[in-house]
């Protein structure tokens, strides 16, 4: 008897019927905050590094203001934000600059709920896209991660809302889970544009796997000199076959979640992923890349901003697990 057969001789619903009450309980879920405060309180952090990494050298003027203000491009008036505050003048960008960091803080600890959350994503977006050609994809990560946070109750614990409003820095209560789905999925959507749009030869067998080296000895990117590299080559081409094959496989974590999430339905396939968990072999390769790139490249928080996104990988209770485990390892 087929899986549908059976689902109606049991009295459940099929079809059209069965797939919505599928995503309706899907999205129904709620769990612990805490997986959400953790990525909550990473995004905060590179928020705020990537806005001192501009502030600290000096380039807030250079940058976001418009070349009739002193600045060097013709930036004109920006976003609604902007606009609203004058365009890109120097007045209306260190306004931004101060609100954007000053709400990024408050992301970090926890103060405001989604206001904070929602102030910290509006201002930024308005000061690092006025200028296309000083915009990285990491500002898309960071802007994405920061509207995920008005989406979801991130500071239901680990916050100093949590304290003023419990006495206490941790809390039990659950808020719903979709917004950590949604985050695993920006970031698997991250990994899999990211890959595809690796189509020149140097990332595939006929061009020799030879983007990584390529990388390592332009003087843009680089840290240091790697011209040493030319002594391990192969080494660079193993690294740049795993990374496009990581990003472009990325999409296979969804599908791990589906069967782990459907496990007692029949099917090789899924009995074969409900025994395996990806996430560790995904994030050890993804930690060994970046930890690669912030050694060797400087690209910017990009590294930082993906990693951060790896902490909704993992269920609150598999986190409270872990912190638990930690704790009777340092007590013997």
Not at 2 to 31: C, N
Not at 269 to 298: E, K, M, Q, S, Y
Not at 301 to 312: K, N
Request: with cysteine; aromatic share 14%.
């Amino acid at each position: 008897m087929s899986a549908v057969a059976e689902a109606s001789a049991a009295g459940k619903p099929t079809g059209p019927r069965a797939r919505w009450q599928f995503w309706v309980a899907l999205f129904d879920r709620r769990e612990a905050a805490t997986s959400l405060a953790c990525f909550r309180i990473a995004v905060g952090l590179v928020a705020i590094y990537s806005l001192l990494d501009v502030g600290l050298t000096g380039m807030i003027d250079v940058l976001w203001v418009d070349y009739h203000s002193g600045g060097y491009a013709d930036l004109g008036t920006g976003n609604w934000l902007l606009t609203l505050l004058g365009g890109a003048t120097p007045e209306a960008v260190r306004v931004l600059y101060a609100a954007a960091l000053g709400s990024a803080v408050l992301v970090t600890v926890g103060l405001a709920g989604r206001m904070s959350a929602l102030v910290a994503g509006q201002t930024y977006l308005a000061l690092v896209f006025v200028n296309g050609n000083a915009t990285g994809g990491y500002d898309a990560l960071i802007t994405n991660a920061l509207w995920l946070l008005v989406l979801g109750d991130a500071t239901r614990t680990l916050s100093l809302d949590c304290r003023l409003r419990t006495g206490r820095f941790r809390s039990d209560l659950h808020i719903p889970a979709w917004p950590r789905y949604l985050a695993v999925f920006q970031m698997v959507v991250m990994y899999t544009c990211t890959g595809l749009h690796k189509l020149s030869s140097a990332w595939l067998p006929m061009g020799g796997y030879s983007a990584l080296y390529d990388v390592l000895q332009e003087p843009t990117w680089r840290r240091f000199d790697m011209r040493w590299t030319a002594h391990v080559y192969p080494l660079t081409q193993l690294a740049t076959a795993t990374t496009w094959f990581f990003e472009v496989g990325a999409p296979l974590l969804l599908v791990w979640f589906y069967f782990r999430h459907t496990r007692e339905r029949p099917g090789r396939a899924r009995a074969w992923f409900a025994r395996r968990d990806l996430r560790f072999p995904f994030v050890a390769i993804g930690l060994v890349l970046h930890l690669g790139i912030l050694v060797t490249l400087n690209v910017g928080p990009f590294s930082w901003a993906a990693i951060a996104y790896y902490l909704c990988l993992w269920h609150p209770d598999e986190l409270a697990g872990a912190r638990a485990w930690t704790m009777r390892r340092a007590e013997r």
